[in-house]
């Protein structure tokens, strides 16, 4: 079974820090994109950053030199290191990746169960 599981969520003050990680497990042959979405209440989901498996990396707006995405394709994980947190930051975050899976032909999206960041004023 292929799975994305997500870490590193919580509760952090307004201009604080948190870091975010996930790992991909199971019968993975391949993973191009990878990267972090975000839904906050009554708002669709956002993504926020993303990173090929050449390195190169996207992001939202609103987090651009704040937020730094980085990725160990070795091992499978993405990690998203947030800084300079503001409340509007808050949301369910995801981890995202597309894959190719034993068994599969073509690559499709996978996701994490999202973890909670809330960045309190």
């Known amino acids: 079974q292929v799975q994305l599981v997500e870490s590193g969520g919580g509760l952090v003050q307004a201009g604080g820090s948190l870091r975010l990680s996930c790992a991909a497990s199971?019968?993975?042959?391949?993973?191009?994109?990878m990267g972090w979405y975000r839904q906050a209440p009554g708002k669709q989901r956002e993504l926020v950053a993303g990173i090929i498996s050449g390195g190169a990396t996207n992001y939202a707006d609103s987090v651009k030199g704040r937020f730094t995405i980085s990725r160990d394709n070795a091992k499978n994980t993405v990690s998203l290191q947030m800084n300079s947190l503001k409340p509007e930051d808050t949301a369910v975050y995801y981890c995202?990746?597309?894959?190719?899976?034993?068994?599969?032909?073509?690559?499709?999206?996978?996701w994490g169960q999202g973890t909670q960041v809330t960045v309190s004023s």
């Open positions: 995202n990746a597309d894959m190719k899976v034993s068994g599969s032909y073509s690559f499709r999206k996978y």
């Open positions: 199971g019968s993975i042959l391949s993973i191009l994109t």
